[in-house]
């Protein structure tokens, strides 16, 4: 029993580091997963509130008290009308997310092929759509194309766009350093600003970076422009290069912080000259 005795008292002594540990990665997925729904708003008003009822108990405010304690439930819900479509995308990234997945990245020279291919459909105004899946697991969307399960090279992308095959009008995804499948149906957008002259594919695009948090890679079939929609907003007519660069920084860190994306969007809006991002606003 000495073992056990002496086992115990290790467990004792990293306990308390162990349970700040876990603390600390709980705190930080939750904050990533609100800052990728963008519902750190409701975040902020529920704060506010706390901090108004804070301040009423603290100096014994005793009517705004009632009133708060008299408004709350009709706040909750809302709150839960409001932000339906946010707390919607959050119980989505439960789901279907998975914390501990190993990288899959595509490697660089993987990349550079689809980009060539990109760059080959535009000059041919052959529209493209690509998906890049991150931490979230998109099976869903897989399973409504054709499964390929093929190496990652330009002229095979290229020969499933070229042509009006049946595959033609989908969407790739490439998943696990592989072309999983092809032909996939993606989810339109919900948003209601979105330019109309923006067809299926980017409507597509937009749909599929609101509902998971894949990298969509879009090739327009009336201007040939080169767009990336991720994290509900999409990023217009970027140069070949700035696709690269992108993608390897977005597959590679497999997340974002707010405002460094928004200082990067408006750095390729203002070298590209392309029209700021289309956001979605709730």
Known sequence: MEWFQRL????????????????AFLLYKAYDLLVKTQAVQLVKGAGFLA????????FKLTTLQWLLTMLAPGLFIA??????????????????????????KPRIGQLEAVVTAAEILSQQRRGM??????????????????RLNADISSSLIVAVFEFDGPLHDGAMIIQNSRIAAAGCFLPLSEQQ????????????SLGMSEQSDAVILVVSEETGAISLAYDSKLYYDLSPLE????????????????????????TLDTQSGAELPVKAEG
């Open 129 to 146: 759509l690509v998906v890049f899946p991150r931490k979230i697991n998109i099976k869903n969307i897989i399973e409504t194309g054709t």
């Open 51 to 58: 901090l108004i009822y804070g301040i009423a108990f603290l």
């Open 193 to 204: 600003d979105i330019r109309k002259n923006f067809g299926t594919r980017h409507r597509a």
């Open 243 to 266: 696709i690269t660069r992108k993608l390897k920084e977005l597959l590679d860190r497999g997340g974002r912080r707010e405002a460094v994306d928004q200082q990067q969007a408006i």
């Open 79 to 104: 709150i839960a009308i409001v932000f339906q479509p946010e707390l919607r995308k959050i119980f989505i990234r439960l789901g279907q997310g998975d914390l501990f997945r190993p990288d899959t």
């Open 8 to 23: 115990s008292h290790f467990y004792d002594l990293i306990r308390p580091v162990l349970d700040v540990a876990i603390l």
